[in-house]
């Protein structure tokens, strides 16, 4: 079954912290994906990876940045995270070309920045 | 760039009645287009998609979207609910080489 894991369910960080999350996928898809969710706001799109140390700037990069070093795990890293990052973040997984095919998503990761 | 708008973004409804959540897209050539289901504590998955041909496409768990050219919509039906669809569903529309996705729709189904 296909599957895609992040690396937490919840994280409460401090402010100014470095933050590292952590997704894998058992697929071999080529394209990999942050987005963040926001009431309201539906899914934005951070970062998007099409193949190992591939990546493109999404909608809101800002304050983030990205690594995929192996095909199967691409990470989002808060370089020092503040209150307005607190927000639900979703990584997802597909193959091909990424506006057309299905995209799978992990079950999210709820970061809380004090 | 493409985008859609969800023009609900709570639609309660009772057991066993029908549902429509509605979706508009921004007029463009090449449109496909996507519904993502989201429950509980869960991730997305996705409910159905247009890429060509009929315009009316199936899903899972009984969904049914049709593509409207002329009105720029594709709304997402349903017609009868049960207490396992509560959830978030988002319209989402290719942009270029990604996705664009709407705000969402929240569904409350009523016993």
């Known amino acids: 079954d296909v599957k895609v894991t992040q690396s937490s369910r919840y994280l409460v960080k401090r402010t100014g912290e470095k933050v590292f999350l952590e997704c894998v996928q058992d697929?071999?898809?080529?394209?990999m994906f942050w987005y963040r969710q926001d009431p309201g706001l539906g899914l934005r799109l951070i970062y998007f990876?099409?193949?190992?140390?591939?990546?493109e700037k999404g909608d809101i990069p800002e304050g983030y940045s990205v690594s995929r070093e192996k095909k199967e795990r691409f990470s989002l890293i808060l370089e020092s995270a503040s209150t307005n990052q607190t927000s639900m973040y979703l990584c997802a997984s597909s193959s091909g070309l990424p506006a057309y095919n299905e995209q799978f998503f992990g079950p999210g990761t709820r970061l809380t920045v004090l | 760039a493409q985008s859609v708008t969800q023009l609900d973004s709570q639609v309660p409804v009772f057991e066993e009645a029908p549902v429509e959540l509605r979706c508009n897209y921004s007029s463009s050539v090449s449109v496909y287009l996507f519904w993502y289901v989201q429950y509980p504590n869960q991730g997305l998955q996705l409910l159905l998609k247009?890429?060509?041909?009929?315009?009316l496409v199936k899903g899972i768990n009984g969904f049914e979207a049709e593509f409207n050219k002329s009105q720029t919509s594709f709304h997402l039906r349903k017609p009868s609910v049960h207490i396992s669809d509560t959830a978030e569903y988002f319209c989402a529309v290719n942009n270029d080489y990604k996705l664009s996705f709407g705000a969402g729709t929240t569904v409350t189904v009523r016993a």
């Open positions: 990876s099409y193949d190992v140390k591939m990546k």
């Open positions: 697929m071999d898809h080529e394209n």
């Open positions: 247009y890429l060509s041909g009929s315009t």
